[in-house]
């Protein structure tokens, strides 16, 4: 007789009875949630109390009993070859909910709030202890609601549907109707007896839905498969489907949205639907899409704790408990099949099952290995280019798709943990800013990024996330320097005598407002003296200073000041003549110090103004004189501004680079105004090259019957400058002048290295642009529209040691450093005069070790933004070789911090820039994760009518 059955039968396959199996669930996750917890110990212990520390400590001890309690369970059944006893299940289950019972509240307690904003956010750690222990409460509970039975399996399957039904709706009108009375009656319900209750309930829910399905399964199958059909059609389809419909307007944890999850979800349930369980190749398909419905287990599997609160909040529990369901069904399914199809051939089963499970998970890892690869193209191309042996651009149509799959991910995408698998293998960690995602759009397709359209349909499987997570580039804007605190003091303190700090500076700041405040002021110092030192009083004791990577240093500098505000520092350069130094927090009338030691060649003037303070450091010689340092690098040549202004000058001939306009916005008119360019060129007599410029640059002699480049990508008219001025040598008789041909001057793609490209042409104040009316005009470098409609190269110093050749402006009164790269101390250097070499006297070797060593470092520095390529491979050594020196330099930031917490942070989150592109920036700090919004919803309510009350 259907629905009954003479002995006893387990509910689940037995493997899943067995100690390996717990295994699995157990040992595994806490062994890495022991690492986990034990890491992020590592980066806050110095500035937790006395009571979280005390909490901390007990928690670890929890877990470690966890851990042996688990361990020795599963080996003394193993080794017995017995399955986990009921009673033992049940104990287990209860000692993992204690975990959590305790970890919840006391996780917030234990992190310091200012660590949460942005070193170790409360919430991650959290759901680490979910995500983590869940899977031993779910398999514990699935061991003991799938106990063996004797009897009707349809009687008990509807016996546990029915606890799933009526225990939600029963508390729904509990909640609802009685609340109101506990309100009138002076009544004061624990917190603890109420989360009690629920976690009871919810227990029940789970356990009773689980028992449902697999009695459910067992009587179905003894109907037949028609009965079978109906069941997995509803689980496998109408469920998921449902869930995916309610996720439109609840988008739990994220948002599901996407074709294709609708898609694999119908595909999902199709082939569980197939009546057929000795097909190896549909048992084949089925574990291909196992990793779809593991993937939702996972995902949901640390809220089943909240999966009624849920369902009384907001309706989003159902979405909690399908893909518990799923997951069910569909290793039942799998399991039956494998007996089914490979009893003969066990180990291929396995074989094939494991690979069968790899298939998503390696289309995902594919399609982002594809995009981190179009996308290092294209970040080479741009920001890396060797201009020496200049490569052919990469696939335009590759490189827009990667940046709009990119663009999918930033502006709307956030599936939990496949978004971060994505950003790591990708960025590494890190994050490719909007700013850089539009310029290198611009490079290849002449536009910025298109936004994403609402009914674009996406070609990914991730799921668009409209309420909320971007994956962006943490962007703190520095105020403006405060005019609160001020600088009060700055002198000299008396020389110490050590060889590598020439001068001691002592700068006292003062706050005059009653409010917290920041002093942030900039610092002029001539470029030939370097920062040897750097420290900062804190509560009387002077803490040293640290170099790290610019970036890493201020973005961590950022963060302290806006989320701990206590006590960091950050001296860093803005230009080779001009740095910036912070200080924070200023407490109501605090004054603070900092001291900065320079070293400063021997024979020049030097001084060091801060705002509108200047300090005489070192007074000038009676005669003006230049200083050299012959360094591993090559010559370094510091001239002061009173010698500089009395050496030899002279104006260069200009010869016309016209660059043509070839991106794909050009219009056509534009060729009758490249042939007016080249007209009034030869009718001046002048010498030019012509060039058609897109993404890349192809150069003519002369001529208008040319081999021309197609029209594509954007007007990269400085990219083309940067490149000709990196390959041509440095004429003493000639200078380069740009004429840009475009209908759109505003068009023109920026290109920082044009920059590091300008000190051969210092000349030159920018280039001449023909519009679409056929108007000349100059830009300044920056951008701006000068007067007059040519250029005329101004006067400049032409210094020079054997063939290597520096133009140094001649009307620039400041000092300056002329560098001469791989260039022995033993050759002349030498000034341009009247059309012949002179040499350049008079002059003073720099003799410091110390110094000769800075210089080099700096010179390295240089030599790498002159060769973009370099500046990937070389960043890590050129950061630690100024460590090494003990210099500032563009490339590091001086940094004092408090704790030792945020030393620690430092230096991963240096380590982590360091081992990736220079192009890539850090990431915002994590939003709360949907776990605690959900908790929170759930307190306000229990609480509301409490509160109502209150303000009542």
Not at 10 to 27: D, E, K, N
Not at 650 to 672: F, M, N
Not at 702 to 708: A, N
Request: aromatic share 8%; hydrophobic share 45%; with cysteine.
């Amino acid at each position: 007789m259907h629905g009954e059955t003479t002995a006893r039968a387990s509910l689940i396959p037995p493997c899943l009875h067995r100690a390996g199996a717990f295994a699995v669930s157990t040992l595994v996750p806490q062994v890495i949630l022991l690492i986990l917890n034990i890491r992020s110990w590592t980066l806050i212990h110095s500035g937790v109390e006395d009571e979280g520390r005390r909490q901390a400590m007990v928690l670890f001890g929890y877990l470690t009993g966890l851990l042996v309690v688990n361990g020795a369970s599963i080996v003394c059944h193993a080794a017995r070859r017995k399955p986990v006893p009921l009673v033992l299940s049940g104990l287990l289950m209860a000692l993992h909910i204690g975990y959590l019972w305790l970890a919840t509240p006391w996780i917030d307690s234990i992190i310091p709030r200012a660590d949460q904003l942005w070193i170790l956010p409360g919430e991650r750690v959290l759901y680490y202890q979910y995500a983590l222990i869940m899977p031993a409460v779910f398999h514990t509970l699935l061991n003991l609601a799938c106990y063996p039975i004797r009897g009707r399996s349809g009687r008990e399957a509807l016996a546990s549907l029915g606890l799933v039904i009526v225990i939600p709706v029963g508390l729904y009108i509990f909640v609802h109707t009685f609340v109101r009375v506990l309100d009138r009656v002076t009544m004061d319900v624990p917190t603890e007896i109420i989360f009690i209750i629920l976690i009871g309930l919810t227990v029940l829910v789970i356990g009773a839905l689980l028992r449902a399905i697999a009695a459910l399964y067992r009587w179905l199958s003894e109907k037949g498969e028609s009965a079978i059909v109906i069941l997995t059609a509803l689980v496998a389809i109408a469920a998921p489907i449902g869930g995916l419909l309610l996720n439109i307007k609840i988008p739990f944890p994220s948002d599901f949205q996407s074709p294709a999850v609708y898609a694999l979800a119908l595909v999902n349930g199709i082939l569980l639907i197939i009546p057929n369980r000795t097909s190896r190749l549909l048992w084949f398909l089925r574990a291909v899409m196992f990793a779809f419905t593991l993937y939702f287990f996972v995902v949901f599997l640390p809220f089943l704790p909240l999966a009624i609160p849920a369902m009384l909040a907001i309706g989003a529990g159902f979405l909690v408990l399908t893909p518990t369901a799923l997951f069910a069904l569909h290793l039942r399914v799998l399991t039956l099949g494998w007996k089914e199809a490979w009893a003969a051939r066990p180990r291929t089963g396995i074989v094939c099952g494991l690979l069968a499970v790899l298939v998503l998970p390696g289309i995902l890892i594919g399609h982002a290995c594809l995009d981190r690869y179009a996308l290092n193209q294209g970040l080479d191309y741009v920001y890396a280019p060797d201009y020496a042996e200049p490569d052919a651009p990469p696939s335009p149509g590759r490189v827009l798709r990667s940046l709009e799959s990119l663009r999918n991910v930033k502006e709307g995408i956030r599936a939990p943990f496949i978004t971060d698998l994505y950003q790591a293998i990708v960025f590494g960690g890190l994050v490719l800013t909007d700013d850089k995602m539009d310029h290198l759009y611009r490079v290849f397709g002449g536009t910025k990024v298109p936004e994403k359209k609402r009914d674009q349909v996406m070609s990914s499987i991730f799921g668009s996330n409209r309420r909320a997570f971007r994956l962006s580039e943490r962007r703190l804007s520095d105020p403006p320097p405060t005019d609160q605190v001020l600088l009060t003091e700055l002198i000299r303190l008396p020389d110490a005598g050590h060889p590598c700090h020439d001068a001691t500076v002592e700068l006292t700041m003062t706050n005059t407002s009653a409010l917290q405040g920041e002093f942030a002021a900039r610092i002029s110092l001539p470029p030939y003296v370097h920062i040897t030192g750097f420290r900062l009083d804190i509560h009387g004791e002077w803490v040293e200073g640290r170099m790290f990577e610019r970036t890493t240093a201020l973005w961590v500098y950022r963060m302290i000041r806006d989320a701990a505000r206590r006590d960091p520092a950050v001296l860093s350069y803005i230009d080779d003549r001009t740095l910036e130094l912070r200080v924070f927090p200023f407490d109501s009338h605090q004054a603070r110090r900092v001291q900065l030691d320079l070293a400063i060649p021997e024979a020049l003037p030097a001084s060091i103004s801060v705002g509108a303070r200047t300090l005489p450091l070192q007074d000038p010689p009676g005669t003006p004189i230049a200083a050299y340092a012959d360094t591993d690098e090559g010559l370094w040549l510091a001239i002061p501004g009173d010698m500089k202004a009395s050496l030899p000058a002279a104006a260069r001939t200009p010869v016309l680079h016209i660059l043509v306009d070839r991106s794909a916005g050009r219009s056509s008119s534009l060729d009758a105004r490249e042939a007016a360019v080249l007209d009034m060129a030869r009718k001046a007599g002048a010498v030019y090259r012509v060039y058609d410029v897109n993404l890349e640059t192809r150069v003519h002699v002369g001529g208008s019957d040319r081999d021309r480049l197609p029209l594509r990508g954007g007007f990269c008219a400085e990219r083309a400058m940067a490149g000709i001025l990196a390959q041509a040598p440095v004429d003493p008789e000639t200078v380069p002048v740009f004429i840009l041909v475009t209908d759109d001057a505003d068009g023109v793609i920026p290109d920082k290295h044009l920059a590091a490209q300008r000190w051969k042409i210092p000349d030159i104040p920018g280039y001449v642009v023909m519009n679409g009316r056929g108007v000349l005009s100059v830009r300044g470098w920056d951008g701006a529209t000068l007067s007059g409609d040519r250029i005329e190269p101004a006067p400049v110093h032409l210094f020079a040691a054997g063939e290597h050749r520096v133009p140094v402006a001649a009307d620039d009164p400041e000092g300056c450093v002329v560098t001469f790269p791989g260039t022995p101390g033993s050759l002349p250097l030498t000034i341009r005069r009247e059309g012949d070499d002179v040499p350049l006297e008079p002059m003073v070797a720099i003799e410091q070790d110390c110094y000769r060593l800075a210089a080099g470092v700096r010179m390295t520095e240089t030599q790498l933004t002159r060769e973009p390529y370099r500046r990937n491979r070389d960043l890590a050594s050129l950061v630690e070789a100024g460590r090494e020196a003990g210099v500032l330099t563009p490339a590091v930031t001086w940094m004092v911090v408090e704790r030792d917490s945020q030393w620690e942070i430092l230096e991963r989150k240096e380590q982590q820039k360091l081992n990736n592109r220079a192009e890539l920036g850090f990431m915002e700090a994590p939003e709360p994760s949907s776990l605690l919004l959900l908790a929170a919803l759930l307190a306000l309510l229990l609480y509301r009518r409490r509160f109502q009350t209150l303000e009542n």
